[in-house]
């Protein structure tokens, strides 16, 4: 007499029993995991308890962690214990390398920091090394913050490519032109000739980095050159980027010159009715916001600190929001800034409205934090790829600790990540699945290597500063 069959019927029993689910779970490369999930999509809330499962580099699946751990198996997990699990911040406009002049001078008018320092400064130094060492220290303190996608507009984009492959980071690299001499180039036609080359010829196969067009600005450039370079971006299908209605003193030149403000300017060469990546914005009247608003084609960037420190003056920012226009925010340079840390230009621009215009309703968190994720992502022309936690989006995404006596006690969290938190918070940095930083320890660069390079540099701008090459204050 065997005992098989009741065997064979207890096995039977007992798979019966098991989830269907632990049978077949879908294999995926990882697990990430949030006390509080912020996925950033329209209305999408805030997730208790949630997880994200992530496949070659992006987002499968997004949702309640049971559900996740049910559908999902995986080798590689990161705990959300205590942590806040949301897409990676998007710094719409910068100027990387630049932060090797970070604090070199302060506190003057636009027209003398730029006469007087930095235009002199770039033109004595700016070269592959210069750009190397600043790129460097950029994406080190970018990634250590929790930035994972910036749109860079600086020379020797080749260089600061090759930085940002090692560093990890998603780019849009603008390579730049202007009517005037600027490092490497005599002016307009050998700056946009490198640019077309750029464009046509630089290629990533991780897809991260995106060679763009940058002119430097309606006042800089000639209408005949914009429309020039308008047409080269068009043809390459490549982004477009531009300082555009910036300060006073711009739009005292474009009314001097032709008569005209900045955006009915180069709404006149057709630069609206094709995706900009539009710096600043701060002086748009209502007509011109309107005229964005119907093209639905201009990404205005918001750079609240830099604004302020060179006394820009207050982008309408909450105006161009309410008319449906995707308004992103960004550091600018860090030599206007003096850092590059997405927390200050969030908590800024929910900040400066309020008092600006008297109301303390606009610019709520939810707002902000969208300007700096899925509305970013839109404005510069990478809404569909990044920006929020939806499956089929890349894997760019951040946790912030929330063990901080500072950040006791937690009501609500959106309240918390744009009044309390800052890039000190942030402890995983993520781009395309690749985990660029854990912990407060950067991956990919080593701190100690990006110091040094950027005080090789520095060592040159001091003895110039010293030598009294510019006017530097004692
Ligand atoms: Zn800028």
């Known amino acids: 007499m065997s005992s098989l069959p009741l065997v064979r019927s207890l096995f039977a029993l007992i798979l019966l029993a098991l989830p269907v689910s632990a049978l077949a779970r879908d294999k995926a490369d990882m697990i990430v995991y949030g006390d509080y999930v912020l996925s950033m999509e329209k209305d999408g809330g805030v997730l208790r308890d949630g997880a994200v499962a992530i496949k070659d580099g992006v987002i499968m699946a997004v949702g309640p962690r049971a559900k996740i751990n049910a559908q999902y198996k995986a080798a590689k997990k990161i705990s959300g214990t205590d942590k806040v699990l949301m897409p990676g911040l998007v710094n719409g406009h910068t100027h990387a390398a630049m932060v090797l002049f970070r604090g070199m001078a302060d506190d003057m008018t636009l027209i003398d920091w730029l006469q007087n320092y930095i235009f002199p400064m770039e033109g004595k ?9 600043g790129a460097q220290l950029a994406c080190w303190e970018m990634v250590r913050g929790g930035t994972t996608t910036i749109v860079d507009m600086y020379f020797y984009p080749r260089v600061a490519a090759k930085v940002y492959e090692t560093c990890g980071i998603r780019a849009i ?3 730049p032109m202007i009517d005037y001499p600027s490092p490497g180039f005599k002016g307009w036609d050998d700056s946009f000739a490198a640019g077309k080359d750029f464009v046509a010829n630089f290629k990533d196969p991780s897809g991260k980095l995106i060679p763009a067009f940058a002119p430097h600005g309606a006042y800089t450039v000639s209408p005949d050159h914009l429309k020039e370079v308008l047409a080269a971006a068009k043809a390459a299908k490549a982004p477009l980027m531009m300082h555009v209605a910036e ?3 711009e739009m005292a030149v474009m009314k001097e010159r032709y008569h005209n403000t900045s955006v009915r300017h180069i709404a006149g060469l057709g ?10 914005m701060v002086w748009p009247d209502e007509d011109e916001m309107d005229m964005m608003a119907l093209g639905g084609k201009t990404g205005p960037i918001h750079n609240p600190t830099s604004n302020m420190k060179t006394a820009a003056g207050f982008s309408p920012v909450p105006q161009m929001i309410a008319k449906g226009i995707n308004v992103g925010l960004g550091t600018d340079g860090a030599a206007s800034n003096n850092d590059l840390d997405m927390w200050e230009e969030i908590r800024l621009a929910a900040l ?12 709520p968190a939810d707002t902000v934090l969208a300007m700096a994720t899925r509305m970013g992502a839109a404005a510069i022309g990478l809404g569909d790829v990044i920006g929020s936690l939806s499956p089929g989006k890349r894997a760019d995404m951040i946790q912030l600790t929330l063990t901080s006596p500072r950040m006791e006690p937690l009501y609500d969290i959106e309240s918390h990540l744009v009044y309390v938190a800052g890039s000190r918070d942030v402890v995983m940095t993520m781009v395309d699945g690749q985990v660029l930083m854990q912990n407060g ?3 990919t660069l080593k701190a100690k290597t990006v110091i040094r390079d950027a005080e090789v540099q520095a060592n040159k701008i001091r003895a110039a500063l010293k030598a009294g090459e510019t006017p530097a204050k004692n």
């Open 125 to 133: 130094f700016v070269d592959a090394d210069f750009v190397r060492a």
């Open 173 to 175: 690299l603008g390579a």
């Open 247 to 249: 300060s006073p003193s």
């Open 271 to 280: 630069m609206l009715d094709y995706p900009l990546i539009a710096a600043h």
């Open 352 to 363: 400066i409205h309020k008092g600006k215009s008297g109301d303390a309703t606009v610019m």
């Open 441 to 443: 320890k950067v991956r």
